[in-house]
């Protein structure tokens, strides 16, 4: 056993003074009933708030004093949320202050050390304070505490939605594909091999077709950096070197590390250059990894010629532009 430390003869401590539910049946049955209305008003403010963000259009709104013209769906929801979150509260309070056990123990001082029997009394002793809660015999405070509780979390898990879709493979797409003209960026005129001289470099997107927009998201995927060099200067095995025209190379401009624009190129090395963490790809290698973070090459977008001379894409990239992670499974 804990050794016992010298108790206070007198604390001081005023007389305690039972509370009206505790001694009258009456008022602990009316207590009971304000808790459950309190908890149904939390489950109602719930409900109101699954209501507004579900129900209740976007572009309605009310007028209000003081506030005015208010959005309808934005009050709906935060008046939901905050009855649902305030009543299961004072409930809760209301509930601990009228109901639950009322008593007044002294705790004697003793090493802070506990010995397995004050454990083991202490898993009583909150077994027994759980049965005098009362949640047994109050089957009201229960269900309506249950009501409450369930719905309480569903704000935080609707609220997710307006995250928006799931990109799904969304991030794996973009808009080249065979046959679409490279077109300068910016101006969006179609690209001819002789307007890049060797050493040269430039920015270009898939051609609009018409009625089409571009976005920013689609100039964030599509961008891609055409370089120059003597064909002699590859290293590149057969299908790769089929990619390129007349020495004419093309990759993702978005850095498979985490994505910034690569946008540096050293014409003597023939390295490109991410200024975000200083990846650095080998134009010669197909884009090869030479320094940096990045765990992949640039994607190369296979290229040739139409009819009229114009720049085309043979194909669509043939993986993910963009960061590595986008291709993992796990
Ligand atoms: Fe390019 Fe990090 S984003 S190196």
Redesign the pocket.
């Known amino acids: 056993m804990s050794k016992e430390l010298e108790p206070l003869s007198d604390p001081g401590l005023p007389e305690h003074i039972h509370r009206k539910a505790d001694i009258d049946p009456i008022a602990a049955k009316r207590a009971e009933q304000q808790v459950a209305i309190l908890f149904s008003l939390s489950a109602l403010g719930t409900l109101l708030f699954i209501y507004s963000f579900f129900f209740v259009k976007e572009d309605v709104f009310i007028f209000l004093p003081v506030l005015g013209n208010t959005n309808a769906q934005q009050l709906g929801i935060g008046l939901g949320m905050a009855f649902g979150l305030f009543f299961i509260g004072i409930g809760a309070v209301h509930w601990a202050k009228t109901l639950m056990p009322d008593q007044e123990v002294i705790a004697q001082r003793h090493e802070l050390k506990s010995e397995p029997e004050d454990r083991d009394a202490l898993v009583k002793a909150a077994k027994e304070g759980a049965y005098a809660a009362g949640l047994g015999r109050r089957p009201l405070i229960k269900r309506s505490l249950i009501g409450a509780a369930a719905l309480a979390g569903l704000p935080g898990v609707i609220l997710l939605r307006d995250l928006g879709p799931l990109p799904g493979k969304d991030l794996e797409k973009t808009n080249w594909k065979a046959g679409t003209r490279l077109v300068t960026d910016p101006g969006d005129r179609p690209i001819k091999a002789s307007d890049l001289e060797v050493g040269a470099v430039a920015q270009v997107l898939p051609e609009l077709l018409p009625g089409q927009k571009r976005t920013l998201e689609d100039i964030g995927k599509d961008a891609v950096l055409l370089i120059r060099l003597r064909p002699a200067e590859f290293q590149l095995d057969a299908e790769r070197l089929s990619w390129t025209h007349e020495g004419i190379i093309a990759f993702s401009k978005i ?1 498979s ?4 624009a ?1 946008a540096l190129y050293e014409q003597t090395t023939k390295h490109l250059l ?1 200024p ?4 650095t790809f080998d134009v010669t290698r197909a884009a090869k990894v030479i320094f ?3 765990a992949r090459p640039l994607p190369q977008l296979a290229i040739t010629l139409d009819s009229e001379g114009n720049l085309i894409a043979k194909q669509p990239f043939s993986e993910p532009v963009g960061p590595s992670f986008w291709e993992r499974s796990s």
């Open positions: 850095c590390h985490m994505g910034c690569v991410c975000c963490h200083q990846s940096g973070p990045s």
